[in-house]
């Protein structure tokens, strides 16, 4: 029998994991997951099983990969993040395939838009509106689209891998959305 369902609120972050963002706005509606096949778990790659501040264990330990779901968005890191109350935290979210194996889950476009920039590890999704939504960790030699193509929601990008700019880090999609909130500016 499948697991049911569940998840920890907005901004309810692992404990010692830093202050998270409780806004429970809803920034991208109509929105498709990026994941192509559930189970998917949202958690934390530092704070997990195998993270380095974690509690001990490998990344591909069952725990990472059960619910509840855990918000990650915020987590504690260095990067000026003016959505989180700390002004700076994780810009994304973490999450895990259904299984610990990498370049077997595809990740999908998550809407309408064109592919407009793919760096070491990272691909950039932009809409019509200017809305980036950015897609960390793929395999890069798994990748069906190119800077410049057209894609539409739903549509394969690559597959979910470890890469990481030549150090490794655990297997999931790191997925942020970058866009203009009123009152602060583009901000991921």
């Excluded at 993270?51 to 968005?73: I, R």
Aim: aromatic fraction near 10%; hydrophobic fraction near 30%; charge should be negative.
């Amino acid at each position: 029998m499948a697991q049911p369902f569940t998840y920890q609120p907005p901004g309810d972050l692992v404990p010692g994991s830093g202050q998270g963002a409780t806004d429970p706005t809803v920034y991208a509606p109509g929105m498709r997951f990026p994941i192509e096949f559930a189970p998917a778990y949202v958690n934390s790659q530092v704070w997990g099983h195998g993270g380095m501040n974690g509690p001990g264990g490998g990344q591909c330990y069952t725990e990472n990969y059960s619910y509840p779901w855990w918000d990650n968005f915020c987590e504690t890191r260095s990067w000026t993040t003016p959505m989180c109350p700390t002004g700076e935290g994780h810009q994304g979210e973490d999450i895990r395939p259904s299984t610990c194996e990498k370049d077997v889950h595809w990740v999908l476009a998550t809407v309408d838009g064109t592919i407009t920039s793919i760096g070491t590890y990272t691909v950039t999704l932009t809409t019509t509106t200017g809305t980036r939504h950015r897609f960390m960790h793929m395999e890069p030699s798994s990748l069906v689209v190119s800077v410049g193509s057209t894609v539409q929601r739903g549509e394969k990008l690559g597959r979910v891998s470890n890469a990481f700019d030549g150090t490794p880090t655990t297997i999931h999609l790191h997925f942020e959305i970058h866009q203009n909130v009123s009152g602060i500016g583009d901000t991921p």
